[in-house]
């Protein structure tokens, strides 16, 4: 068989393959969706045995969001915020709650909120609010998330905040590797507020009571976390699962479409499923897997 | 090919499908055990779309349903893929 032969044998419709190309044959269909299964435990093996070569990239800093944040005010005509390290620290404290209980949320599974963690630490707040974010790459990937979203950018344009707090947190959630970013906002009692919102608390949540707590330290371990994360390993994992799929999805509207054109063409009638219906599907995909997947924000 | 204008009531109740799938992705930004359940969920709904569509037009085929399985299956394949590596 000559290659050309091969190429229509498995990528076009023809009376060799029964007027259905080989490589959308059932049986190849199975194969590919059993090397795929193959593909991710390799992945998952490769990245444990090899993380620095195989991970997950971060590059997040809270300079840089402290930046992103004041700059996003200063176009809204608002004075910047200050990094106050009472509201870093319940920043982590918040972090670490959130990984050592295992959830993604402002309150606790076991009711604690944001204004417990920022008292906790003796700040004494008139005005707090809490910005959540996880999975990103990038500090700047972060603030356009808060400010795509209007309850989170309400919170960082917010005229009565003075003082902010970050934590950027590597850890494991749910048993997936993740990067936390708490940011926290305030203005505490000792400074002058607009009297008209002097109300205790004022929160951006429907939630807001809050409970006296012990002050704590911040871990010598957790310096290196507090300030930012980076993490730079040869293949950022997010990105090349994210490319292969889409390879793979292009493959598969690629040889749809041929399939489709041919066979209408050629007028041939055979028994299978719809290829417009399939594209669409796979068209589905590629939105979802280039749009929506990367990060979120709470 | 069969021609798509002649069902497409079928082929709007799809769409309609794949963009409120999208939707809730979207809504569970950030929640990537949800957004893998979305994804079996449209994954299995295609499987019943193909399966009603081609019983209402009259060629429902065992080779048919399974196409539209392993469809599903390589979907889903790949959803564990970039979701849960």
Known sequence: ?298 | MMSTGKYMLHYFVLVVMLLLSVWMFYLSQGNHGFQLIVGIITACLYVVWGIVHHSVIGDLHRKVVIEYVLIAAISIALFVIVLRS
């Not at chain 1, 070569?53 to 200050?82: C, F």
């Not at chain 1, 209408?264 to 068209?283: D, P, Y």
């Open chain 1, 1 to 298: 068989m000559r290659i050309i032969d091969h190429i229509r044998h498995y990528f076009t419709p023809h009376h060799s393959n029964n007027f259905k190309p080989k490589a959308l044959h059932s049986k190849y269909l199975f194969v590919y969706a059993l090397l795929f299964v193959a593909v991710y435990f390799f992945i998952d093996s490769f990245h444990r045995t090899f993380p620095n070569i195989l991970g997950y990239a971060t590059d997040i800093y809270v300079q840089s969001l402290m930046e992103d944040t004041n700059l996003e005010r200063e176009k809204a005509g608002l004075a910047p915020v200050v990094l106050n390290e009472k509201l870093s620290l319940a920043a982590y404290k918040k972090a670490e709650d959130m990984f050592a209980n295992n959830y993604w949320s402002h309150i606790s599974p076991k009711g604690v909120t944001p204004w417990d963690f920022i008292v906790a630490q003796g700040y004494q707040y008139t005005v707090a609010g809490e910005n959540l974010a996880k999975n990103f790459t990038t500090s700047k990937n972060v603030v356009d998330a808060w400010i795509a979203s209007p309850t989170h950018k309400a919170n960082i344009v917010k005229p009565t905040y003075r003082e902010v707090g970050f934590a950027v947190v590597n850890g494991a959630l749910n048993g997936e590797e993740t990067t936390l970013v708490v940011q926290m906002f305030g203005a505490s009692s000792s400074q002058i507020v607009d009297s008209a919102k002097k109300q205790l608390p004022i929160i951006v949540d429907s939630f807001g009571a809050s409970i006296k707590g012990e002050t704590t330290t911040l871990p010598n371990d957790a310096l290196r976390v507090f300030y930012g994360a980076t993490n730079k390993p040869l293949v950022n994992i997010p990105t090349l699962t994210r490319w292969f799929s889409l390879i793979i999805i292009a493959g598969f509207i690629f040889l749809l479409i041929v399939d489709a054109w041919i066979i209408s063409t050629k007028k041939i009638i055979r028994i299978s499923g719809h290829n417009v219906a399939h594209i669409l599907f796979f068209i589905t995909l590629a939105i979802v897997f280039t749009r929506i997947l990367p990060g979120g924000i709470l």
